[in-house]
């Protein structure tokens, strides 16, 4: 059946009007903020000492010298989610948020994808969402801290490493359901596997070590939100 002009045209016009108000609280339906903007409650350090603060309606995690890697996590524990946020990081500081996130409070060993690992008192181990300004830009890759290594990089993903907005705000949309965990990176796909070691966990927010190198770095995240399933 031919369209005529006139009706293509109306269907364009239609589809490019701002949501209504029913629309967009329906897009926001079921969401729970988990930065409310102004403090830092509901959020505690592991790990290292790199610096968090908020500033401007947004977290700011600042590198330390010689402290291992820093996180700072949600209080709550999640399982099956969904998780956004927004992040800028400044070139030479490696970052990554994590997913269903685990806390040594003593020594513990774990078996990680047929790999054992140790996990010393105040280790933040788990799956973790990479945020690499690198030149290889693995952003959004999925890597298993505390000794899993890379599950899943993006060097087989050109259009995911091509998405990345260095020194600019970028955005994750990242899936937990069950033992599968998918990543999106500014709405292109990005990483995607299967992981049986970590059914529940917390969020957090990585700021790496950086040895002993005295130069401050930042990350920033803001618009940070959870939607359980």
């Known amino acids: 059946m031919r369209i005529s002009t006139p009706l293509v045209f109306l269907a364009f016009a239609l589809s490019a009007l701002p949501m209504t108000a029913a629309e967009k609280t329906s897009d926001n339906a079921g969401w729970t903020p988990l930065f409310d903007g102004k403090t830092l409650d509901g959020w505690v350090q ?70 054992k690992a140790k996990m010393p008192t105040g280790r933040v181990y788990g799956v973790q969402v990479e945020i690499d300004p690198s030149q290889r830009a693995w952003t959004g890759g999925l890597y298993g801290e505390g000794g899993g290594g890379w599950f899943n990089d993006l060097k087989n993903n050109e259009a995911a490493r091509k998405a990345v907005k260095v020194g600019e705000w970028n955005k994750f949309h990242i899936e937990c359901r069950g033992e599968t965990i998918k990543t999106w990176l500014n709405d292109v796909p990005a990483a995607e596997i299967k992981d049986d070691l970590t059914a529940a966990g917390f969020i957090g927010l990585q700021v790496h070590g950086v040895g002993k190198k005295a130069e401050a770095m930042e990350v920033r995240f803001r618009e940070i939100r959870i939607k359980e399933l």
């Open 46 to 115: 592991r790990g290292g000492k790199a610096k968090y603060a908020v500033e401007d309606g947004q977290i700011v995690g600042t590198s330390a010298p010689s402290t291992p890697n820093s996180f700072l996590c949600t209080q709550q524990q999640f399982t099956n989610f969904i998780l956004e946020l927004e992040f800028k990081v400044q070139t030479g500081l490696n970052s990554g948020v994590q997913v269903r996130g685990q806390y040594a409070a003593e020594p513990k060993e774990v078996v990680w994808k047929g790999k």
